[in-house]
Antibody, heavy 121, light 112 residues
Framework: QVQLQESGPGLVRPSETLSLTCTVSGGSISSYYWNWIRQPPGKGLEWIGYIYYSGSTNYNPSLKSRVAISLDASKNQFSLKLSSVTAADTAVYYC???????????????WGQGTLVTVSS | QSVLTQPPSVSGAPGQRVTISCTGGNSNIGAGYDVHWYQQLPGTAPKLLIYGNSNRPSGVPDRFSGSKSGTSASLAITGLQAEDEADYYCQSYDSSLSGSGVFGGGTKLTVL
């Protein structure tokens, strides 16, 4: 059974960089897309971006200038860095896995439990 | 403003049938990208409910079904049960956003 677990600071100061890691257990990083998705309190889901196991990435255009997703296959982990954060970046951050289809990534089949990150001084 | 449009809320009595619509455009659903649906119970992570427009993962009751036509998709729930009360999200991809993942704004289902 594949499991994903987010980890990282729950509080980040404004203008600093948010850093989270997702650890994958019960399966390999290979042959999948690995995503970050966030949900501000009381609001809907927003896709942040993904990294394919080969290392290629794709980011939400609205966040692209501030986002970097990396992968460490040796540790079965992938990470998110979001720079210059503001209060608007306060959200529950989820990591999730996507399979590859004919047109690229498909549905999010496995999700982490989510971690709340608050941006505040 | 979400790329995919869902009604903010729907409701139904136990045993009834409800549908949730998801309207997109020619660069996402209308471009042939599949639509996927997720159920989010309060305080929990979203759970895959329907994938590839109409397919149910193992363990999802056949009371849940999905369909797609043109630039829209729908989720139908029959035989409503109290435990179906949750938020539901549709999801696809958008070629005008460089293949970005896109979600609907979510629909709150209330079982009366």
């Amino acid at each position: 059974q594949v499991q994903l677990q987010e980890s990282g600071p729950g509080l980040v100061r404004p203008s600093e960089t948010l850093s989270l890691t997702c650890t994958v257990s019960g399966g390999s990083i290979s042959s999948y897309y690995w995503n970050w998705i966030r949900q501000p309190p009381g609001k809907g889901l927003e896709w942040i971006g993904y990294i394919y196991y080969s290392g290629s990435t794709n980011y939400n255009p609205s966040l692209k200038s501030r986002v970097a997703i990396s992968l460490d296959a040796s540790k079965n982990q992938f990470s998110l860095k979001l720079s210059s954060v503001t209060a608007a970046d306060t959200a529950v951050y989820y990591c999730a896995r996507t399979t590859r289809g004919d047109r690229g990534p498909q549905h999010f089949d496995y999700w982490g439990q989510g971690t709340l990150v608050t941006v505040s001084s | 403003q979400s790329v995919l449009t869902q009604p903010p809320s729907v409701s139904g009595a136990p045993g009834q049938r409800v549908t949730i619509s998801c309207t997109g455009g020619n660069s996402n659903i209308g471009a042939g990208y599949d639509v996927h649906w997720y159920q989010q119970l309060p305080g929990t992570a979203p759970k895959l409910l329907i994938y590839g427009n109409s397919n149910r993962p193992s363990g999802v009751p056949d009371r849940f079904s999905g369909s797609k036509s043109g630039t829209s998709a729908s989720l139908a729930i029959t035989g409503l049960q109290a435990e179906d009360e949750a938020d539901y999200y549709c999801q696809s991809y958008d070629s005008s956003l460089s293949g970005s993942g896109v979600f609907g704004g979510g629909t709150k289902l209330t079982v009366l």
